[in-house]
């Protein structure tokens, strides 16, 4: 026989004459365990919404610095055009300057262009960060900084020498503007 006794917080049942309580929630006791749950819900939600924006903060912080990168890449090499219309005058400075020195009377005609050239190169260096490749004869042959024109194989190379240099070579800051255009040692 099952018996029940109703209490205002707790619901007996009486089975066999043994009593067995089972606790039956309130109203309040239920209404505070959704809360939790709730809050529970709440806060996992907000962990990943935390993580969510952090994750987007530094994408955008990335981004941010990538055009940073761009916009001083664009402004360094902004005048790369300009200065490879110059780069064929200076070509003519060096001609000029052979020129006249096989030529012992115009020596002050000599000074004076080299003066304007030395100048020039000065002005464009420190101001727009064009550089000369200089002293290349006897160097190693680089394909991404030389031009090999002309080839000469001999046993008295060990490595792709650099034996004459034909044209000038320029760099733009630190990135090859005109390749150099050179006469090459070879190893048989």
Partial sequence: MVTKE?????????????????????????????????????????????????????DMD??????????EGAIQFANERLINDLIPILDDFERALEASSKDPESDSHTEGVKLIQTHLLDMLNRNWGLKRMDDLIGKEFSPHEHEALLMEEGKEYKTETILAELQKGYYLHDRVLRTAKVKVGKPL
């Fill in 6 to 58: 109703v209490n205002e917080d707790v619901e007996t049942k009486v089975v066999d004459g043994q009593h067995e309580q089972e606790v039956e929630l309130t109203a309040e006791q239920a209404h505070i365990l959704e809360l939790e749950e709730e809050v529970e819900r709440l806060s996992k939600e907000l962990a990943t919404q935390k993580e969510e924006f952090t994750r987007r903060a530094a």
């Fill in 62 to 71: 990335n981004y941010r610095k990538r055009i940073l990168r761009e916009k």
